[in-house]
């Protein structure tokens, strides 16, 4: 069992930057591919972002390349999501994702269906 417990949410300026969180319980969290998703309003959940191993296994919604940065720091069980230049759009409730790392290809792990495990979500407002 993973438990997930993000943080960082809040309310930023359209340009502005934030950090989400996420804390991860367990003793197996390396072996767990990490990620963000997010939902805004009336739409459906949407990928972020996805680590694999380690810096060098990132991913991105192409809506977000360039300004978010996925992070993890497996001797702390957390994952962060760095946020620079955000937008009006980017605003909706930031979820936390963990999947066991048992597929070769990346890209299963952009949908949704594949994630064991999730947090109860951080809110990120950005105002224009």
């Known amino acids: 069992q993973v438990q997930l417990v993000e943080s960082g949410g809040g309310l930023v300026q359209a340009g502005g930057s934030l950090r989400l969180s996420c804390a991860a319980s367990?003793?197996?969290?390396?072996?767990?591919?990490m990620a963000w998703f997010r939902q805004a309003p009336g739409k459906e959940r949407e990928f972020v972002a996805v680590?694999?191993?380690?810096?060098?296994?990132?991913y991105y919604a192409d809506s977000v390349k360039g300004r978010f940065t996925i992070s993890r720091d497996n001797a702390k069980n957390v994952v962060y999501l760095q946020m620079n230049s955000l937008k009006p759009e980017d605003t909706a409730i930031y979820y936390c994702?963990?999947?066991?790392?048992?597929?070769?290809?990346?890209?299963?792990?952009?949908?949704?269906?594949?994630?064991?495990?999730w947090g109860s979500g951080t809110q990120v407002t950005v105002s224009s």
């Open positions: 367990g003793r197996t969290f390396s072996s767990y591919a």
């Open positions: 680590i694999r191993w380690s810096s060098s296994n990132t």
């Open positions: 994702a963990a999947a066991p790392q048992i597929y070769y290809s990346t890209q299963i792990y952009y949908s949704s269906s594949n994630y064991n495990y």
